[in-house]
């Protein structure tokens, strides 16, 4: 344990972090609430299927293509989970692993830019209890988004790694593939702008470390291949996205709210007080890590000199790109004159989140530069200023996360009803058909698919006998990705929900049987996944095959030299 204590601290941090979904009932903010029952429905999906699926089966309508669209890699494998043991496990262990991407990609970085023992570990400290962060944890609630932002820093990490290193180690592939995995396949708008800051980031690391580059260009085929993996992996719900998103109700940019967070007050705001604003279930405190960044502007000017030239040229690529984030979310008019991609924000201060990045960047280029001169009393003092600003965040994100309100009276009310979604949702049908006629029903009774027999690939309704006509259902998507049979479908109503066409019956009840379509994006789409996954499990079962032939006579921890 001599000269690992340091270790103690990512762990100790994580634990805390984790303490109130063990060690209490409750629910935190309102989305909390409803991603735990997301996961714990996707897990009697999975459980009556045996796969699962891209549509939630509710009172909010039957065959809702919700998984297809809102973080279904993140929601299958947390219902795997939950219905291998049980939802409160699986969020546990989703917001663990959060936890340590973040922490622990930090760490690795640090590491890689020369940082040593336990001031290593100073910036994924800074990075785990930055306001905004901790929010994402209970604040706000937003589970699938804490995942996709905490996997940035282990991309990052893992890329990185991939090129410098002569070996191809099965390690940092890995975190790679993992971490691509979860951002692209957790949350949507993460997806978008993680991998934006990421690819922008990168070309300023390329261009200040040009000659260490060219001389390794070639393994940057290594990122493309497992980049190109990670999204052979999520093509399951990736192809149902890209292809059908344009025909859903929600098909383009919300318009930017709660922009009372994204002021310049709250924005640079040292201690968790942000005042609530109207209408929010949820406690948001999205300033900068405000101390950190100070230390990084100031200590970056005290001890430039000890910065090697092309970490200078760095430091400043990071502190661009940091200010031209912080003017986006202090002045969110200018989201709409970004490229539409990037416009799919809804809350500026998301953007947060990226100027975070730039800021615990900057810290961990400043204390690589202070490794130089560990013994002098400057850099000494220096580092011992940056660990109070670490435990001073620490403290007051265990404050920030005691003070966050729970919504409902506790996780057994959130799980009442495999059916009816908590009494916490607000959400509209925002993936319901948006392409179909809006069509009037001239039959007075709907078609009502019983969602409440429980989860199934196809229903069959009863309707009663009568003249043709058209009648509302309660189908939450278009014939694009459901069958009907029995009935046609001729359009939607303005939630997006079907109407369709019956045909007249005078004396027997109609039977309509209702669905999931296998089209042929969805089919190609499930199996390319499928085929990504049988080619990791054969490759990681080769290398542990190749390690026992060879014994230890090879490098450890290698796919190939």
Request: charged share 15%; proline share 6%.
């Amino acid at each position: 344990m001599r000269g690992r204590w340091h270790w103690l601290i990512p762990a100790g941090a994580t634990l805390c972090f984790l303490a109130p979904i063990p060690l209490t009932d409750r629910t935190f903010a309102s989305d909390w609430g409803n991603h735990y029952w997301l996961i714990y429905v996707q897990g009697l999906d999975i459980s009556s299927l045996g796969a699962p699926s891209i549509y939630l089966q509710s009172t909010l309508g039957a065959f809702y293509p919700y998984y297809a669209f809102y973080g279904g890699t993140f929601y299958a494998v947390t219902g795997f989970l939950a219905d291998l043991f049980d939802t409160e496990v699986a969020v546990l262990l989703a917001t663990a692993g959060a936890i340590a991407a973040n922490y622990l990609g930090w760490t690795w970085m640090a590491k890689q830019a020369g940082v040593r023992s336990w001031r290593m570990q100073l910036p994924g400290l800074i990075a785990a209890t930055a306001p905004l962060a901790v929010s994402n944890l209970y604040g706000r609630g937003g589970i699938p988004e804490l995942i996709g932002t905490s996997m940035l820093p282990l991309v990052a990490a893992a890329g990185i790694s991939l090129v410098r290193e002569d070996g191809l180690r099965l390690r940092d592939a890995a975190a790679f593939v993992v971490g691509l995995v979860f951002l692209t396949g957790s949350h949507v708008l993460s997806m978008v702008w993680g991998v934006t800051v990421l690819g922008l980031l990168a070309v300023v690391l390329i261009a200040c470390y040009w000659p260490f580059v060219k001389e390794r260009a070639t393994r940057f085929f290594r990122l493309a291949w497992f980049g190109v993996l990670a999204a052979c992996l999520n093509a399951w719900m990736l192809g149902p996205t890209l292809i059908y998103h344009s025909r859903t109700v929600e098909n383009s940019p919300d318009p930017l709210l709660q922009q009372g967070y994204s002021s310049a007050e709250n924005l640079f705001r040292i201690l968790r007080d942000a005042p609530d604003l109207p209408n929010i279930t949820g406690d948001v405190n999205a300033a900068l890590p405000v101390l950190a960044l100070l230390w990084a502007l100031a200590c970056g000017v005290v001890f430039w000199r000890l910065l090697a030239p092309r970490t200078r040229a760095l430091a400043l690529g990071l502190l661009a790109t940091l200010v031209g984030i912080v003017v986006l979310t202090l002045d969110s008019s200018l989201i709409w004159d970004l490229p539409e991609f990037l416009q799919y924000i809804q809350f500026p201060y998301r953007l947060v989140t990226y100027a975070g990045f730039c800021v615990v960047g900057l810290v961990t280029l400043v204390l690589a530069g202070l490794e130089r001169r560990e013994s002098s009393a400057g850099s000494f003092a220096a580092v011992v200023v940056l660990a109070a600003i670490g435990l001073f965040s620490f403290a007051i994100s265990i404050q920030q996360n005691i003070e966050v309100r729970s919504w409902l009276g506790g996780r057994g009310e959130a799980l009442a009803s495999s059916v009816q979604p908590p009494p916490s949702w607000y959400a509209i049908i925002q993936f319901g058909d948006g392409e179909g006629e809006v069509v009037q029903p001239t039959l007075p009774q709907p078609l009502t698919v019983p969602v409440e027999e429980g989860i199934r690939d196809s229903y069959r309704v009863e309707y009663p006998a009568g003249p043709a006509g058209t009648a509302q259902t309660n189908i939450d998507t278009g014939p694009y990705l459901v069958d009907v049979s029995g009935a046609t479908p001729v359009g939607r109503n303005e939630a997006g929900q079907m109407v369709v066409r019956l045909p007249a019956s005078p004396h027997r009840a109609r039977v309509v049987v209702v669905s999931g379509k296998e089209s042929a994006a969805v089919v190609v789409s499930r199996w390319i996944s499928v085929l990504a996954a049988v080619f990791c499990l054969l490759a990681v079962a080769a290398v542990f095959v190749r390690r026992r032939r060879r014994g230890r006579s090879g490098p450890p921890n290698t796919l190939a030299r």
